[in-house]
């Protein structure tokens, strides 16, 4: 690739191209790009809603259908929509092509419906692109090890976008949303949420994983690791072509990219959450392997952890998992009571977890006391408190998710001017 032909990565979702109105206007974002001179690829999703409706069709006719099935049946939602776009591309003068997984080849393991991706082989889009065409790829799919088509679960088009990217070895990924960037939180909470320009790999795959919708947790995970610039900015508003001196969405880079770090980088909040006590457990050696073990088998994944040791050799253990986890988690602590020994076990899944994310914390102290301070002026209680090096997560009751959000967001700066 010449050093003077920017190349570039263009994913849409679902949204993006819900109806062919919408997919004419991501052809008209794709062209423009072209004519700003740049290498195009495009990554879709299918048309908004098709994919639950192909699910539903699985589910229907058999709660326990077989998965390589139900990957054929789902990976048709963004074939159709590749195949659209194409047409709607070489309507305005544009060379274009649809390719799907298997003719790239993008290929997976065989984890049939959460496949991941293996690898990638770029050269026949290179060869592609250098020759003046618009390859159009349909997102989300790939090609397993026994040679069926595999699916990439929930989100999966943009890991297929910046995996995409990475073999490429594109300047950037555009990801078109609903949204026009990535915001310091949710801005239908907070008003005065600000736009962010840039955010590190790190706070992002933080953020992601911690509730916020924008981005997909693995594919921020793939970009931080293959060092992929991806920009996050809305298909709904019009302009022209971005490039690299005017980028109107958020840039997600990696840390060297940014001068100067803000304290915290912004809130995130997440209601998937359930809050598990096992109380009363002797208080001995292997007592935790116990209780956590059984979960594991269970493939119930266990977040916010706190013990508390009584007086009368017993312990309490408290921890969070998601919603959708929690009636697994409660046969499996059940059905291990003898080992255990537990005398009571309590649920709560009317809580939130809110989170404060940034790489400035690494450089100031106090970032903890300040939310702690915050949210007791607000009479909120703190139930469970987790850490990492760029972030502090609380577990607090569901109604107080908007007080919350709102004055630690005030509380650390971030409202716009």
């Known amino acids: 690739m010449s050093p003077t032909v920017p190349r570039i990565v263009m994913k849409f979702g679902g949204t993006s191209v819900a109806d062919l109105d919408r997919i004419r206007a991501v052809a008209e974002k794709v062209r423009k790009q072209v004519e700003a001179g740049c290498e195009v690829a495009v990554v879709v999703s299918a048309m908004s809603g098709v994919t639950n409706r192909l699910v539903g069709y699985c589910r229907d006719l058999s709660p326990t259908h077989d998965e390589r099935e139900y990957d054929s049946v789902v990976a048709t939602g963004e074939q159709v929509t590749s195949g659209l776009l ?6 305005l003068g544009i060379n274009a092509r649809s390719w799907l997984g298997w003719q790239i080849p993008l290929r997976t ?3 049939h419906a959460k496949a991941r991706i293996v690898s990638i082989d770029g ?6 692109m ?3 065409q618009v390859p159009v790829v349909a997102g989300f799919q790939g090609i397993g090890p026994d040679q069926r088509i595999t699916t990439l679960g929930r989100g999966g088009s943009d890991t297929s976008a910046v995996a995409l990217a990475a073999a490429l070895k ?5 990801i078109y949303t ?16 600000r736009k962010l320009p840039r955010i590190t790999y790190e706070e992002m795959l933080e953020l992601a994983s911690v509730g916020a919708k924008v981005l997909q947790t693995r594919s921020v995970e793939l ?10 900015l809305s298909s709904f508003t019009d302009g022209p072509a971005p490039t690299e001196g005017h980028l109107p969405g958020s840039l997600v880079v990696d840390e060297d990219e940014i001068v100067e770090q803000e304290q915290v980088a912004g809130i995130a909040y997440s209601r998937d959450e359930a809050k598990l006590s096992v109380r009363r457990v002797p208080d001995r050696p292997g007592i935790a392997a116990a209780v956590f073990g059984p979960l594991a088998d269970s493939n119930v994944n266990v977040d916010m952890i706190v ?6 050799g017993t312990t309490n253990m408290t921890f969070t998992v998601s919603k959708t986890d929690l009636a697994r988690a409660i046969a499996s602590l059940e059905s291990h009571r003898d080992t255990i020994q537990y005398g009571e076990l309590q649920t709560d899944d009317d809580v939130v977890k809110i989170s404060v994310v940034g790489v400035g914390m690494r450089s100031h102290a106090g970032v903890a006391s300040t939310m702690f301070r915050t949210l007791a002026e607000r009479n909120i209680n703190v139930q469970v408190i987790s850490t990492s090096e760029i972030k502090v997560s609380v577990l607090i009751a569901s109604e107080y998710t908007e007080l919350a959000v709102r004055a630690l967001h005030t509380a650390y700066g971030l409202d716009a001017a």
């Open 109 to 111: 393991d065989d984890a």
């Open 170 to 174: 594109a300047d950037r990924c555009d």
């Open 223 to 232: 970009a931080m690791k293959e060092r992929v610039r991806v920009q996050v």
């Open 307 to 312: 013990q508390s040791t009584g007086d009368d």
């Open 178 to 193: 609903d949204v026009d960037g990535i915001y310091t939180t949710d801005p239908r909470i907070v008003t005065k949420a």
């Open 130 to 132: 250098r020759a003046g």
């Open 123 to 128: 050269t026949a889009l290179i060869d592609s």
């Open 86 to 91: 194409a047409i709607a591309l070489q309507n």
